[in-house]
């Protein structure tokens, strides 16, 4: 699978879907296929890196495209009263620093969405936005892929272990994260 020439368009195709569906294991795309690039020298790590970060970069623009062109109460979805707090929540956010929010939710899958969503939706000025979001998804994407590579060579000769484990490590970095985010949030309430 590592030496298939739709290695890199699959992982493309799951974090720019990642983006927009937050059910796509984007991160865990990107933490395996580190490891495969560690463990059996394909594809190229730096390869892995720059195809994450344009699809995270191309997925994030078009969800704040659709919060700029539709806005955030055109869908059903939309005013669900957990969603509208996570909008409300972003908003508050933007205001405050958007670089210093767009680069925190880029790591939180619905702070992702949410923040995107709504940076399009006020208007927050394009060319501010893309350049936070540009080192946003090139950060998280060299970080996701480092962590896969440094399980897969640990495990070298063996991509299959490697993956699992690779994959088992970013959730737990993922819940580690998650988890830090909602106390700070819980903190920042009271």
Do not use: K
């Amino acid at each position: 699978m590592a030496s298939s020439p739709w290695a890199l368009p699959a992982l493309f195709a799951l974090v720019f879907a990642d983006a927009v569906l937050v059910v796509v294991p984007g991160e865990v795309a990107v933490t395996a296929t580190g490891a495969l690039a560690a463990a059996t020298g394909t594809p190229p790590l730096a390869a892995v890196i720059v195809v994450a970060a344009v699809a995270a970069f191309c997925g994030d623009a078009l969800c704040y495209s659709v919060g700029r062109f539709a806005g955030i109460e055109r869908w059903r979805w939309m005013r669900h009263p957990r969603v509208r707090s996570a909008f409300d929540w972003a908003g508050t956010r933007l205001t405050q620093g958007t670089a210093t929010v767009v680069f925190t939710a880029r790591f939180i899958p619905f702070a992702r969405l949410a923040v995107n969503l709504t940076a399009g939706a006020t208007r927050v000025p394009a060319g501010r936005y893309f350049a936070a979001v540009a080192i946003a998804a090139s950060a998280w994407a060299a970080y996701q892929a480092v962590v896969g590579a440094a399980i897969g060579a640990l495990l070298p000769g063996n991509p299959v272990v490697a993956v699992i484990a690779s994959i088992v490590v970013a959730l737990a970095l993922g819940l580690v994260i998650d988890g830090a985010a909602a106390r700070v949030s819980s903190r920042r309430a009271r």
